[in-house]
């Protein structure tokens, strides 16, 4: 079986990463032979890092070579997309390039919203539809939680499948024990994410400056940026595919606010499960796929208010015990539902089985 994998990203693309890149050796060793064609490699993402945007010229050469390889789409058995093959093109374009071989796509965000949900009339009424008839006509359709799953089979498609977004397991170590800290050392609070996530943090500020009142932390920033949180210790880490696991490792409790729109619904909690891999605890906003993955009082708890955002922080940061019992618990689940060990299986039978009908 051969697969064409047409990626948004190369391998820094943390989505892209996660729900194709890791998977390869996985697939390979199943008979399943990929081939990846990424939208915009590694040197692209990296220039919109630093100067804001694409550029005309490398968007347009990304769009000539994905074209190109939708051409050459019958040299393999399966297509499978990474939310969609051409942004900003009518649906029948796309689906006319994909026509005569089975495609699957893959979701982890409401990509959807990006068109009905636009600013713009003109958009929503050329637009607001595209990414339905695109999932109508796949053979299969991975949602990363339900409230994508929803949207999928809303939008007609004949086959769908919940799959989260999950860690290789190998890569994350449990912070072991719960033992005394040194003399003048505070507990850890951690959130992991990019410069473009960090406005979450924004949320959870005065709770926990009011906290910081009363309890002594430090606020780990890993991959925000330069964070400033008045009344807060902030310590910012940059982040690296090397380091996350450690830095998030070294932690006592970890965060994920989120705002409560139609976009945030579509999120699929990654940086709840890289923690519960940690061992550690987790506070997370009451919004979409947090209520999915976080157990209220067994592994962390959901938070809706400002109050209970500093109630919850406090338990944990107080109660030592706790926070182990409930690490463990998270990790327990991270093991049971959401590894690469767990997921890989039944990826690859679900790709065999979309290329066999």
């Given at each position: ?115 009905d949900l636009h600013p713009s009339p003109w958009v929503r009424r050329v637009f607001g539809r595209r990414i339905d008839r695109l999932m109508a006509g796949a053979s299969l359709v991975v949602a990363g939680n339900g409230y994508l799953a929803r949207r999928a089979r809303a939008a007609g498609a004949p086959w769908v ?197």
């Amino acid at each position: 079986m051969k697969v064409l994998i047409l990626s948004r990203y190369g391998p820094q693309g943390a989505s892209s990463r996660m729900r194709f890149y890791q998977f390869l050796p996985w697939l390979e060793a199943e008979g399943i032979e990929c081939v990846v064609s990424p939208l915009l490699g590694d040197s692209t993402l990296l220039a919109r890092y630093q100067s804001g945007g694409y550029g005309l010229r490398p968007l347009l050469a990304a769009y000539r070579t994905r074209v190109t390889a939708l051409w050459h789409r019958r040299r393999f058995d399966l297509v499978w997309i990474e939310k969609e093959a051409l942004p900003w093109v009518p649906a029948w374009f796309e689906k006319w390039l994909l026509r005569g071989i089975p495609y699957v796509m893959d979701f982890d965000d409401a990509i959807f919203h990006g068109y009905d949900l636009h600013p713009s009339p003109w958009v929503r009424r050329v637009f607001g539809r595209r990414i339905d008839r695109l999932m109508a006509g796949a053979s299969l359709v991975v949602a990363g939680n339900g409230y994508l799953a929803r949207r999928a089979r809303a939008a007609g498609a004949p086959w769908v499948e919940q799959l989260s977004t999950v860690v290789d397991l190998e890569r994350y170590q449990v912070k072991r024990g719960h033992s005394p800290a040194a003399p003048g050392a505070k507990p850890r609070i951690v959130w992991i994410g990019s410069p473009s996530t960090a406005q979450y943090l924004s949320l959870i500020a005065k709770p926990l400056a009011l906290l910081a009142q009363e309890q002594p932390f430090i606020l780990r920033v890993i991959g925000g940026g330069a964070v400033s949180m008045p009344g807060v210790e902030v310590e910012v880490v940059p982040w690296s595919l090397e380091t996350e696991a450690a830095a998030i490792a070294e932690c006592d409790a970890g965060v994920m606010p989120l705002m409560d729109t139609p976009w945030e619904q579509g999120k699929c909690a990654y940086k709840l499960i890289q923690y519960m891999a940690c061992g550690l605890p987790t506070v997370a906003s009451t919004v979409g796929a947090n209520c999915e993955v976080v157990v209220e009082g067994e592994t962390g708890f959901l938070s809706d208010t400002p109050d209970s955002w500093i109630d919850a922080l406090r338990l944990l940061l107080r109660d030592s015990a706790l926070r182990q019992r409930l690490g463990a618990a998270g990790r327990a689940r991270a093991e049971a539902e959401f590894c690469l060990q767990r997921a890989a299986p039944k990826l690859s039978k679900l790709l065999k089985k979309a290329w066999g009908g």
